[in-house]
């Protein structure tokens, strides 16, 4: 399959997880996200199972308590709760939240949430990549698509990809991109620079969430965690799960700040 067909299946599957993201209080049908898709039902469940490895409904499903444990978290009532994640009575939603987490809404709701972030220091080995920079598309998102693809295209097995991005002032920094780790035994990236990446001591950042911590908020981090001084160089962030197929409130990323 082509570069240009691979990014296109992307943002399909994209289109299908940002639609499902926004209407998870609503009833979601197969038809409904095989339109998103603009695939018939049948085609489309193949092409998702395929490409997720979970069915649509499936995803529906464990999305939907995943945000429910996130507003337990936040002290909203188990009935606002079912409705808001597209259950029809709260019993329902209790059966399901049950199955999936073994305990029922109501002690979710009086557990401690789960911590924002974890801060550590380890010593980060130097790591040969691939490397796309953001600036040579019009985000993010793009860029991941573009280098993953042509990762894919030479047909690196998605169990191979490990990957992150450097970031220096932001996204937009033009000296920031995505990168995918080169094991040993990985063929060439056509149209994607080689480099390293890593070497020395860093601070950890293990981040959950859709938003980013600023290079300015890692170094106050440091010094407030550990009473270490940050180094010069770029912070990398390794993305523990896919960064543009997981929902938002589930996406974890470590931050890596070098020390001195």
Not at 54 to 79: F, I, N, W
Not at 164 to 190: F, K, M, T, Y
Request: proline share 7%; hydrophobic share 40%; net charge positive.
């Amino acid at each position: 399959m082509s570069v240009r067909h691979i990014i296109e299946k992307r943002r399909r599957l994209r289109r299908v997880l940002d639609y499902i993201e926004h209407h998870l209080s609503e009833n979601i049908t197969l038809a409904a996200l095989a339109d998103v898709a603009c695939l018939s039902k049948f085609h489309f469940e193949r092409f998702y199972a395929e490409a997720l490895l979970e069915t649509p409904l499936v995803t529906v499903r464990r999305l939907r308590l995943a945000r429910a444990q996130a507003l337990l978290h936040e002290g909203a009532d188990v009935t606002s709760t079912a409705l808001s994640c597209g259950y029809g009575s709260p019993q329902t939603f209790a059966r399901a939240f049950h199955r999936s987490f073994g305990v029922t809404p109501s002690v979710m709701r009086q557990s401690a949430p789960l911590p924002r972030y974890q801060v550590g220091v380890a010593e980060l080995p130097p790591r040969r990549v691939y490397r796309l920079p953001f600036a040579d598309f019009e985000d993010p998102s793009a860029t991941f698509d573009n280098l993953l693809a042509r990762a894919e295209n030479r047909g690196i097995a998605r169990a191979a990809w490990t990957v992150w991005s450097q970031v220096d002032s932001g996204l937009d920094d033009v000296s920031s991109g995505a990168c995918i780790e080169r094991l040993n035994g990985v063929v060439p990236i056509g149209g994607a620079c080689e480099g390293a990446i890593g070497g020395g001591r860093h601070l950890v950042v293990r981040w959950r969430g859709n938003d980013r911590p600023s290079p300015p908020e890692l170094r106050r981090l440091a010094a407030a965690h550990t009473g270490l001084a940050p180094a010069p160089g770029r912070v990398l962030c390794h993305y523990v799960n896919d960064p543009v197929f997981t929902a938002p409130h589930e996406r974890l990323a470590d931050y890596y700040l070098p020390l001195k």
